[in-house]
């Protein structure tokens, strides 16, 4: 099925560092979403987009919609060791119709030297 | 209130047992749904609800039996599962797609099924 690129796979960086993630797809989306999720826990949404170069921010987390409406990126600043888990972005493809499907990433592991 | 709670959070059965699952969310959304996920890989949609009629189902075996009691109430069924369906369930819930409304989906914390 349809599946979004997510980059990096994984990443290890030292506290403090800031970090970037990507999505892509070679389609046009409606909305892109991102994810956190900690083991054996349920996703948790950190940032909703759904206009083209929209730039929204929580906290220290920072992502933006494409202006292509095919890629999306997330941005962690001053990460701390709290931030390790997995990433994932989601989206709603613009031809979904009454489908509400997402697409997903594989996901951007993170951990976090402390 | 963003809550989507499930239970129970973790769940061992047997190939012949039945239980359910639950889910429960009250942010007054419309629309609701099953996921299955592996370790370390995205969520799999298994069934959406839209105004809690079955919608979407994305060719899951019957041993996998979806309900929607109400707006505000999901379950899914489990009979004669196998090992390989062990895995993280997640329900989540979000508005209605169309008319503008936002569609971000919030998950619950999960259920860990292990089937023996």
């Known amino acids: 099925g349809q599946q979004l690129n997510q980059s990096p796979q994984s990443m290890f960086i030292q506290e403090g560092e800031d970090v970037s993630m990507n999505c892509t797809s070679s389609?046009?989306?409606?909305?892109w979403l991102w994810y956190k999720q900690d083991p054996g826990e349920g996703p948790v949404l950190l940032i909703a987009?759904?206009?083209a170069g929209e730039l929204t921010s929580n906290g220290r987390l920072t992502a933006q919609f494409g202006i292509t409406r095919k890629d999306s990126f997330l941005n962690i600043s001053a990460s701390i060791p709290s931030d390790v888990g997995i990433y994932f972005c989601a989206g709603l493809p613009h031809n979904a119709g009454n489908n509400r499907k997402l697409i997903w990433g594989l996901g951007t592991s993170l951990a976090v030297n402390p | 209130d963003t809550e989507v709670t499930q239970t129970p959070k973790h769940l061992v059965m047997g190939m012949t047992n039945k239980k359910s699952l639950k889910c429960e969310q009250h942010m007054g959304h419309r629309a609701m749904y099953w996921y299955k996920q592996k370790a370390k890989k995205p969520p799999e949609l298994m069934f959406v609800?839209?105004?809690?009629?079955?919608?979407i189902n994305e060719s899951v075996p019957s041993r996998f039996s979806p309900e929607c009691p109400n707006s505000s109430l999901l379950n899914l069924h489990l009979h004669a599962l196998q090992p390989e369906d062990s895995a993280l369930y997640l329900c989540?819930?979000?508005?209605?797609?169309?008319?503008?409304?936002?569609?971000?989906?919030?998950f619950g914390q999960g259920t860990r099924l292990t089937v023996v």
């Open positions: 389609s046009i989306f409606n909305t």
């Open positions: 989540a819930s979000s508005q209605v797609p169309g008319g503008g409304l936002k569609t971000e989906a919030f």
């Open positions: 987009l759904y206009k």
């Open positions: 609800y839209s105004y809690e009629k079955l919608s």
